[in-house]
Structure formats: C-alpha cells, structure tokens
C-alpha cells in the first residue's frame, strides 16, 4: 500500500477523491514512505527466510507483483485483474509459508481471490470514472462506462464462487464449507445490490463493510469444517 500511495502520490494529488491522502496532503514525505517501504520490504524477505527455503526464494517474486500492479492504470484497463494477482497470492503464500511446499489445489483459492479482488476494485473504480477520462488513467469504467463495468464485475465475483466450490471440492471439506460458499455468493449478490450504474453512492459499504464479511465469513464456515471434520 505504501508503495502504491508512493507511485501514485501525482495522481491522487489530482483527484478530488484521493487529494487527502497523506502524501499528496503533506502529511507524510516521500523519502519517509520510499524508507518504510524498504525497511518493511526487508523485514519480508528476512520473515520469509525464518519460515522455510520455497517461501525465501519466493518472496520477492511477491514483492515484484505487488509493486507492478502500481504501475498498470497507466497501461491497461486490466490492471484490476493485477491487483486481485497481487492479493491472490495471498493464500498460496500462506501455504508455502506454512507448510514449505507448494500444491497446486491451493491456486483454486488464489483464482478465486483474483477474480473476487479485481470485481469489487471494478465497483470502487467507478467512483473515479470522469477522473480517469480527464487524467488518463486505465480502467474498466473509463472503457467499457459504468454500466458495462458493473456487468464485468459480476460475472467475475460468478467466476469467484465457481473456483470456491472447485476449492471446497479438490481439498475434500465437507457441507459446511459448502454453506460458506453460498453464503459468500449471496454476500455477493447483496454487494452488488449496492451499486447502481446511476447511483455510486453505497460504493464504500459494497467495497469495505460486504467484502470485509465475506472474507472473515468464509474463514469461519472453512474452520468449522475442518474442527468438524476432525
């Protein structure tokens, strides 16, 4: 996020939206925010290398995600599908880190993640529609318009909860995690009740509040499965 805020501090000095942000407020300097991003950078590949070989030799390959996806509005109007990558990881690195090996079933949750991240990024995006028209800045929203946008979000959250099921599926988790990924679908549904194409204004309860139950709520149906199972 720091770095983000970092390679972004032009823009977000531009858009009325962001303008309040620490840096382009001055608030925070940009030597403080390049300093905490190397320390904390550092202390990263230093964590990685206590826990195990795979996850060391990983982790700048997660550093390198991570920093790209702050590149790519100014390139393409998929850069939604980067950051839901650079969360994605997430689950696949938990894994390695716990257990300094990789299995492949594990990339049905970072698919999920991907696909669930860059949808509601798509719905938040639209918030910064004219902006990025007028800046220049790649999105979905500033391609397809607000309408279409929304549509792309929604099969991408279907996508979301297909890979959740095939998850649920190859680990072998029972009907609870099942429910769960029900749960999540209805969730989902329920988000994107809250946009409109012509009303923008329950973006941030969609984007925090829903996705913030979804993840917690989905950790909690996957754990009571697993103590059930046991």
């Not at 309040?20 to 030597?31: E, M, N, V």
């Not at 590149?71 to 994605?88: D, E, I, N, S, Y």
């Not at 099921?165 to 679908?185: D, N, T």
């Not at 509040?209 to 103590?227: E, H, K, P, Q, R």
Request: with cysteine; hydrophobic share 60%.
């Amino acid at each position: 996020m720091a770095f983000n805020r970092l390679v972004d501090a032009d823009i977000d000095a531009e858009n009325p939206r962001t303008k309040i942000r620490a840096l382009p407020a001055g608030k925070l300097s940009k030597q403080f925010v390049l300093g905490f991003v190397v320390v904390t950078s550092a202390i990263l590949i230093f964590a990685a290398w206590e826990l195990n070989p795979l996850a060391f030799y990983l982790s700048p390959v997660a550093l390198a995600i991570v920093f790209f996806y702050s590149f790519t509005k100014r390139f393409t109007r998929w850069a939604h599908v980067v950051l839901g990558l650079a969360m994605g990881i997430a689950p696949a690195a938990a894994w390695i880190a716990v257990r300094g090996t990789f299995d492949p079933r594990i990339l049905l949750l970072t698919g999920a993640v991907v696909f669930w991240g860059a949808g509601f990024d798509i719905l938040y995006s639209c918030q910064d529609f004219e902006f990025d028209h007028s800046f220049g800045v790649y999105s979905i929203p500033r391609a397809f318009g607000i309408r279409s946008a929304l549509v792309i979000a929604r099969m991408f959250h279907v996508i979301t909860v297909a890979l959740l099921a095939g998850m649920v599926a190859a680990f072998g988790l029972g009907k609870i995690a099942m429910v769960g990924v029900g749960i999540v679908a209805l969730l989902l549904v329920y988000e994107h009740s809250l946009v409109k194409h012509d009303d923008l204004s329950r973006v941030n309860a969609a984007f925090f509040t829903m996705n913030g139950l979804i993840s917690m709520g989905f950790l909690f149906f996957i754990a009571a499965d697993v103590m059930v199972g046991k």
